[in-house]
């Protein structure tokens, strides 16, 4: 007979699936642009996808999309990007600050996402080409912008140059205590 004492709490969520099998790491104010924030969910095997931290612009005051392309310049668009093979063969080749798209708001303010890490893009999400209040929606799952992979060697030091959660989360205290002391 079993000793039914223990109460649990059954209507409590258990942990998503971004928060079991993936590491955040974060990059603040990219390239020296305030609060423009990325993200990069790291999982297990190696893979990383990036997406917008949820302090970044394009995510904060109700801003609607209006394009997002992933043409980086005449000669290189992201969306040309063919990878084969189980080794990933062909995929480009990312360096940390390497584009991997632009995404311009209606009110004309332009946004370059950076990859934030060195690796060989795998792909890149169409999806939101079509549908883009997946982003706004869906930053961390339907609407990521796109998978890496880092070199076998290199995926352990995915994090060096990268903040962990605790620290991105003193970053932005940090920040919001900032224009909290500023003079009106």
Known sequence: MMDCTEEKDLAAPGPSVIERYFTRWYKADVKGQACEDHCILQHSN??????????????????????????????????????????????????????????????ETEYTIYSCMRGRLLEVNEDILINTSLLLKKPSTDGYIAIILPKFEESKLVGENLLSREDFETVVSKRAADVQAQPS
């Open 46 to 107: 190696r893979l990383c996808v990036l997406t917008l931290a949820e302090t970044h612009p394009i995510l904060q005051d109700g801003r609607t999309i209006k394009n997002i392309n992933y043409k980086i310049s005449n000669g290189c668009s992201r969306l040309n990007n063919k990878v084969a093979g189980k080794s990933k063969r062909g995929g480009q080749f990312l360096t940390e600050f390497a584009p991997v798209c632009r995404i311009t708001c209606t009110d």
